[in-house]
């Protein structure tokens, strides 16, 4: 007759799932991490990556350099981060603000919004130019067809937003009359 021995079992066990995790581990970092960050610090636009998986959850935390243009910057990143890691990764921007971007940033968010609300863009664009302007910071403002890229520069500080839009409803709303 045998008997079980729980000792061993449990010995391997743990043996067993430390392996897994470990090359799981060892996946992460340097067959999929790893190499996405060396490609975008490579860009030359990128300061530092942080990144975040955890399953189906993916995530890129970018701090952004200074650049000249944020949209084409944003859309190098974009296309590596897709490349490397799919269509379903979050990608975040961080940046060098100062608090009086921020306030403006936050004095600029009715006009951006109201003009994506109404489709109207090149207006969106100049409204928020001329308003940033007023307050004394560098602007500017462009849009591809997904976002909308707005750099805030001012005293050597920078902020940078990438607002996602939909330009398309899923729904329309008909009047329905009670009767």
């Not at 109207?120 to 462009?142: D, W």
């Amino acid at each position: 007759m045998s008997r079980i021995r729980i000792v061993p079992i449990l010995a391997i066990t743990c043996v067993t799932l430390s392996l897994l995790f470990g090359g799981w581990e060892l996946y992460r970092n340097f067959g999929l991490v790893r190499p996405l960050e060396d490609q975008l610090m490579a860009a030359g636009t990128v300061q530092k990556v942080e990144s975040v998986v955890n399953g189906q959850e993916r995530a890129i935390k970018v701090t952004m350099k200074q650049v000249p243009d944020l949209q084409a910057a944003y859309e190098d990143v974009e296309k590596i981060v897709h490349e490397s890691m799919g269509s379903y990764v979050t990608i975040s921007l961080a940046d060098n603000r100062a608090e009086a971007l921020e306030t403006t940033f936050r004095d600029l968010q009715p006009t951006l919004y109201a003009g994506i609300a109404k489709g109207e863009f090149p207006a969106m664009i100049e409204n928020m130019g001329k308003q940033a302007k007023q307050a004394g910071v560098e602007s500017k403002i462009s849009m591809n067809d997904a976002h909308i890229f707005v750099e805030l520069k001012k005293d050597g500080k920078y902020l940078y937003e990438v607002v996602p839009y939909q330009t398309k409803q899923a729904f329309t709303l008909k009047e329905v009359s009670s009767q």
